[in-house]
């Protein structure tokens, strides 16, 4: 892989998250009924570093839960490893409530997808809403964010790489060639 471009350093992820959690209060007019779930491995962090940031602004932190996709993906049987499932971790009902799925990159809408397909097994919320870091287009499902933090358009021979300090020790957004 070919280091391309930086597109985000750690304070323009920081501003990103700050701007992502006020257009979450005001789509939903304040965080009564909200919670949040990470996507493994990197919607995790993100959606703590949301919640904290939702704190700062509303005085209330959100319930953050996380959501381990491995096997609801449709390729699983492509991989030639056993996966680890772990499945949805939260401690909180999620019937009723309005689920805000965190993830760090969108591509082709398929590990969204899984993640729908995991919530809806463990309960029926009101609404599902999806944040994204980052969405580098080229969908293969007719799924879209309802919060992204940058477009990055990219060619399908290119790789967004998200390093965030609670899994890589640091934090930025770059591009790769393949």
């Known amino acids: 892989m070919e280091f391309k471009a930086k597109i985000l350093d750690e304070k323009a992820i920081d501003r990103t998250l700050t701007r992502l959690a006020h257009e979450i209060i005001e789509k939903n007019k304040g965080i009564e009924n909200l919670v949040l779930i990470g996507i493994k491995s990197r919607g995790v962090p993100l959606a703590s570093r949301l919640s904290e940031k939702i704190e700062q602004i509303e005085g209330s932190p959100l319930k953050v839960g996380n959501l381990d996709i491995t096997m609801y993906r449709d390729d699983l049987s492509l991989k030639s490893y056993q996966p680890d499932v772990k499945g949805l ?8 409530k309005i689920v805000i799925l965190i993830d760090d990159v969108i591509y082709t809408g398929r590990t969204v997808r899984a993640a729908m397909d995991a919530i809806i097994d463990y309960g029926r919320p009101a609404s599902i809403q999806l944040a994204v870091l980052v969405d580098r287009g080229h969908r293969e499902l007719p799924i879209r964010p309802d919060y992204v933090g940058k477009n990055v358009p990219t060619s399908s021979k290119e790789i967004v790489k ?12 770059s591009i790769y060639q393949k």
């Open 89 to 96: 971790e939260v401690d909180f009902e999620i019937d009723g």
């Open 162 to 173: 998200v390093k965030l300090m609670e899994v890589d020790d640091s934090n930025e957004v």
